[in-house]
C-alpha cells in the first residue's frame, strides 16, 4: 500500500489523479473467469441448510434457476459480450449514467454489511478448527474478521490477477473438491443399499405449502443466484470478451447449479433432518455425514476447505463492485478526487481502503457489541434488497439496449430477451416484496414497524446516500485523466 | 514493477495462502478428537432416537447419534446462547444463498423443536438460557415430512 498518492488538498488530488491512468487489465482466461463468477456465488456453506428440505431442495433451487438465475446469466452474457465495463456501463448506456451509478453504487454498498456476516461465519468455523469455545470470544471474532478482511484487500490491490488465481484455486479446493467428496459418499451411501435419511419419493419433489411461509422461502431462493453477473467487470480482461464471457457464465452456471443441488441431496440423504442443528452450525452436519462413515477427522479438513472457499468468495466481491464504482466514477466524476485514485497496479485502493474503515467500524460493533449482533439478520433483508435495484436497473436497461441500440455489435445475442428480462423484472420485484415479509427472527413484532426499517435502510443506503453523491458532487470532481480516457475511447 | 517481480510477489501470496491453510489442516487433525461413546452416550442417543420418532420422524441410527453427541451435546451445547452464537445461528435461519444473497425466511418449526429436544436430553442448563430465544421465533411448518 506504500504505492498510495496521499494528496493533502483538492487541487492536487485533481492533479495527481489526473496522471494515473488505468494500466491495461491482465489478461484472464473464460475458465478462470467462469471459475470467479461460480466462487462468488455458490459454496457447500448452505448445503446443510438445505439439505433439511429433502428432496425438495431440487425445487426449491430448479424453480429459482429458471426465473432468476437463467435471466440474470443470460442477458448479462449478452450485454458483457457487446459493452466492457460490467452493470455500470449497461445501466448508463441503456437508461442514464446517474442510474449507471445507482446500478454500481448498490452493488458495492451492499457489500459493505456482507463482509462481517461472512467473516464472522470464517471465524466460527476456523474456531471449531483449533478451539470450539473460541467462537462465542468477541476479541477472536473481532481479530479474525479484521485480519483475514485487510488481507483480502492487500491482496485485492495487488491486481486481478492474483485474486483471480486465489479465488479460482479458493473454489477448486473449498467446494469442487469436498463437494465432489459428498456427492461420492452419498452414492455409496445409497449403493449399500442404506435407505435415504431423506424421502426420496415423487410426493416430496415439492417442499410443504403452507401458504406465506412457503412463498417466502422459494422466492427469497432466487436470491441464491445473486452475484451471476459481478464479474462481468473484468470482461476487458478477457482476450476475446465477445466470445469468451458468454462461454464462461454458461460454465459458471452449470456449475453453480451443480454445487447448490447435489451436495444439498448428499447431506439430506445420509444425515436426517432431526439430526442437523441450527445453533451447532453446519460443521455439525458435515461432522455427521463424515461421522457415518467413520471418517470424523475429514470434518476439520472440511472445516479449512470451507473457509478457503468463503474466503475466495470474498475476494471477488472486494475486487468487482469496487472496480465499477471506480470506473464510473472517473468517467463522470461522481465521487472525490481522492476515491478515484489507483495505485500502481491499476487498483481502485482508497475505496477498498476507504470501504475497509466502515466495515471495521461495522465488524467491530457486530464483535463486541449484542445489541448490534443480535440483530444483524436485518442487515442481510435490508442489503438484499439493495441489491434487486441493480437487478431492477439491469433488466430494464438491456431491453432498451435491444431497442434503442440494435446494431451495437455483441458477440452472443440471447433468444427472446425481452421475455427474459420481464420474466427477471418480476422475479426481481417480488423478491423485493417479499423481502418486507418479516422472517423467523423478527418473532411476533408488529409488520408495520419491520416494513418501516427494512424501507428505511433500502432508502438509506440504496436510494439517499447514492443521490446525495450525484448531488454534491463538483465539476472538479471530474478529472483530467478521465476526460483523456474518454475522448480516447 | 517489472513482471518478473510482479509474478514472484504473487508467488509469495501463493505459497502463503498454501502454508496458512495446510497449517490449519494439521491444526484441526491434531485436535480433531472423535467423541467415545459409552453406555451413557447410547442411552442419551436412545432417547433421543425416542423423541425424534415421536415428532414424527424416521427413526435415526443411535450409534451415529451416540459418536456425534457423546454425552454432553457437543457443539450443540457449547454455549449456544452467547450473543456471537445467536448472531450466527439467527443469520442461518436463511434462504438457500451461500454469498451475497443470503437472507433470513421463516424457518420450519420441527427442525427448531428438534434443536430443542436435543438440548433438553444433553444440556437442559443451557436450554434454560436459549428457550426464550427459540421461543420468539417466528415459524411454521415448511418442510414435507
Not at chain 1, 450485454?79 to 441503456?94: P, T
Not at chain 1, 476456523?126 to 484487500?153: C, N
Not at chain 1, 461495522?362 to 442489503?383: C, E, K
Not at chain 2, 472423535?34 to 424416521?58: F, H, M, P, S, W
Request: net charge positive; glycine share 8%; with cysteine.
Amino acid at each position: 500500500m506504500s504505492s498510495m498518492d496521499m494528496p493533502a488538498d483538492a487541487p492536487r488530488q485533481s492533479a495527481r489523479a489526473a496522471h494515473a491512468t488505468i494500466p491495461d487489465a491482465p489478461r484472464l482466461t473464460w475458465l478462470t473467469l467462469a471459475l470467479m463468477t461460480t466462487a462468488s456465488v455458490a459454496s457447500l456453506r448452505a448445503a446443510p441448510t438445505m439439505a433439511v428440505y429433502g428432496l425438495a431442495c431440487v425445487f426449491l433451487y430448479l424453480v429459482p434457476a429458471i426465473v432468476f438465475l437463467l435471466p440474470t446469466a443470460l442477458v448479462s452474457a449478452e450485454l458483457a459480450s457487446g459493452w466492457n465495463g460490467g452493470v455500470y456501463r449497461w445501466v448508463s448506456e441503456g437508461l442514464s449514467k446517474p442510474l449507471g451509478f445507482l446500478a454500481v453504487w448498490c452493488q458495492f454498498a451492499m457489500t459493505i454489511f456482507y463482509y462481517p456476516s461472512l467473516l464472522a461465519f470464517v471465524a466460527s468455523t476456523l474456531a471449531y478448527v483449533i478451539d470450539p469455545a473460541l467462537a462465542s470470544s468477541g476479541l477472536y471474532t473481532a481479530i479474525v474478521i479484521m485480519v483475514l478482511y485487510w488481507t483480502g484487500v492487500w491482496i485485492s490491490s495487488r491486481g486481478t490477477k492474483a485474486l483471480a488465481g486465489l479465488s479460482s484455486w479458493g473454489l477448486v479446493i473449498g467446494t469442487l473438491i469436498p463437494g465432489t467428496i459428498l456427492v461420492v459418499l452419498g452414492m455409496v451411501f445409497l449403493a449399500q443399499g442404506n435407505p435415504s435419511a431423506a424421502p426420496m419419493t415423487a410426493s416430496h419433489l415439492l417442499p410443504e405449502w403452507t401458504g406465506l411461509a412457503s412463498l417466502v422461502l422459494i422466492v427469497n431462493n432466487f436470491l441464491s443466484y445473486s452475484g451471476m453477473e459481478m464479474n462481468a467487470v473484468h470482461v476487458s480482461s478477457l482476450k476475446n470478451p465477445a466470445k469468451e464471457y458468454p462461454k464462461s457464465m454458461f460454465l459458471a452456471m452449470g456449475l453453480v447449479l451443480l454445487i447448490f443441488i447435489l451436495p444439498a441431496l448428499a447431506i439430506s440423504w445420509v444425515v436426517p433432518s432431526s439430526q442437523t442443528s441450527l445453533t451447532a452450525g453446519v460443521m455439525q452436519a458435515f461432522d455427521a455425514f463424515f461421522s457415518y462413515f467413520d471418517i470424523g477427522w475429514m470434518t476439520p479438513i472440511a472445516a479449512v476447505m470451507l473457509i478457503s472457499a468463503s474466503l475466495a468468495g470474498m475476494l471477488t466481491w472486494l475486487a468487482g463492485p469496487s472496480k465499477g464504482l471506480l470506473e464510473i466514477s472517473r468517467s463522470e466524476g461522481y465521487l472525490p478526487p481522492f476515491l478515484q485514485q489507483l495505485n500502481r497496479f491499476g487498483v481502485q485502493q482508497n475505496i477498498l481502503v476507504t470501504q475497509g474503515a466502515v466495515t471495521t467500524v461495522i465488524a467491530l460493533g457486530y464483535a463486541f457489541i449484542p445489541n448490534v449482533s443480535n440483530v444483524y439478520w436485518i442487515f442481510s433483508t435490508i442489503t438484499t434488497q439493495v441489491y434487486l435495484i441493480v437487478y431492477l436497473l439491469m433488466f430494464v436497461a438491456a431491453m432498451r439496449l435491444r431497442k434503442n441500440q440494435p446494431d451495437h455489435p455483441r458477440g452472443y445475442r440471447v433468444p427472446a430477451l425481452n421475455v427474459l428480462c420481464v420474466v427477471g423484472l418480476l422475479s426481481s420485484a417480488a423478491a423485493m416484496v417479499i423481502g418486507f415479509v418479516p422472517p423467523s427472527q423478527f418473532g411476533g413484532g408488529s409488520v408495520l414497524v419491520y416494513v418501516v426499517i427494512i424501507g428505511s435502510g433500502l432508502g438509506l443506503l440504496g436510494l439517499l446516500i447514492p443521490w446525495a453523491f450525484l448531488k454534491f458532487r463538483k465539476p472538479s470532481w471530474q478529472t483530467e485523466a478521465a476526460r483523456e480516457e474518454g475522448a480516447a475511447s | 514493477m517489472s513482471p518478473t517481480r510482479f509474478a514472484s510477489e504473487h508467488k509469495w501470496i501463493y505459497i502463503g495462502a498454501i502454508v496458512v491453510l495446510l497449517a490449519l489442516v494439521v491444526i484441526g487433525l491434531v485436535r480433531y478428537a472423535a467423541i467415545t461413546t459409552n453406555n451413557k452416550a447410547t442411552q442419551k442417543a436412545n432417547e433421543l432416537a425416542d423423541a425424534a420418532v415421536a415428532a414424527g420422524y424416521r427413526r435415526p441410527d443411535t450409534a451415529l447419534i451416540a459418536g456425534l453427541l457423546g454425552t454432553d451435546g457437543g457443539l450443540v451445547c457449547d454455549d449456544p446462547a452467547s450473543a456471537l452464537k445467536s448472531a450466527l445461528w439467527k443469520i442461518n435461519v436463511s434462504n438457500g444463498a451461500a454469498f451475497v444473497g443470503q437472507r433470513p425466511v421463516i424457518g420450519d418449526g420441527r427442525a427448531l423443536a428438534a434443536e430443542a429436544t436435543i438440548m433438553k436430553i444433553y444440556c437442559p442448563d443451557k436450554l434454560d438460557k436459549i428457550q426464550d430465544k427459540l421461543d420468539d421465533l417466528k415459524t411454521d411448518d415448511t418442510v414435507r415430512q
